[in-house]
Each structure stands twice: as structure tokens, then as C-alpha cells.
């Protein structure tokens, strides 16, 4: 079992930045991959980034490419999402979420998942 708690979510303006984190907990060295995703209201959830907790590698959306940067601490359990020339239409919960299944890169299916943390971009 992986427990994962986000925080640093919150409101800001368009062009502006904000920094997610995700602290794992618990059986922390079997994650493969750690992820973000997002929901806003009415649609479904979407991928937006993962990593590869022992190499590194990374994989985004198309749509955050260039804006976002998702890394992390090994050393703290933790995975990082750097969101920079925010826009409205990023405006969502985001989550993150972790997995222990390697066999595919990205991976297609998470284990995981933390509560969320709402992020709003106003224009």
C-alpha cells in the first residue's frame, strides 16, 4: 500500500505559476512511476505527467509540454509538479497517483491515488 497527500494548490492568475507536491508514504520502494493527473468540472480525468521514480524519465500531455515540469525526491518520497504560464483551461483538481507496474512506459494504469488538489487560474 502507497498513501500519497497533495498540497499547493490554490488560485492564480493567468500567466502565473504554482508548484504541486505529493509526499508518498508507506511501501514507497516498490513504485515504479508516480503521475499527475487533473479533472475539471464536467469533463473526465486526464493524464497530464509522469516520471519514472528510479530513473527519472518523464512523459507529458501534449497540451503542458514546455509550461510544466514534473520531478522528484527520492530521498523525501516526494513528486513535484511545476506549473509556469498557467492558464484558464488548466483550471482543475489535480491528483496524483502512483504505480507498481513497470511492464509499460508510460504506464497505462495507476494503483494509488491522493486526494486531490484544486487549482484555479483566473483570466
Known amino acids: 500500500q502507497v498513501q500519497l497527500v497533495e498540497s499547493g494548490g490554490g488560485l492564480v492568475q493567468t500567466g502565473g505559476s504554482l508548484r504541486l507536491s505529493c509526499a508518498a508514504s508507506?511501501?514507497?520502494?516498490?513504485?515504479?512511476?508516480m503521475g499527475w493527473f487533473r479533472q475539471a468540472p464536467g469533463k473526465e480525468r486526464e493524464f497530464v505527467a509522469t516520471?519514472?521514480?528510479?530513473?527519472?524519465?518523464?512523459y507529458y500531455v501534449d497540451s503542458v509540454k514546455g509550461r510544466f515540469t514534473i520531478s522528484r525526491d527520492n530521498a523525501k518520497n516526494t513528486v513535484y509538479l511545476q506549473m509556469n504560464s498557467l492558464k484558464p483551461e488548466d483550471t482543475a483538481v489535480y491528483y496524483c497517483?502512483?504505480?507498481?507496474?513497470?511492464?509499460?512506459?508510460?504506464?497505462?494504469?495507476?494503483?494509488?491515488w491522493g486526494q486531490g488538489t484544486q487549482v484555479t487560474v483566473s483570466s
Open positions: 508507506g511501501r514507497t520502494f516498490s513504485i515504479y512511476s
Open positions: 516520471i519514472n521514480w528510479s530513473f527519472g524519465s518523464t
Open positions: 497517483a502512483a504505480t507498481f507496474e513497470g511492464s509499460k512506459w508510460p504506464p497505462v494504469a495507476y494503483d494509488y
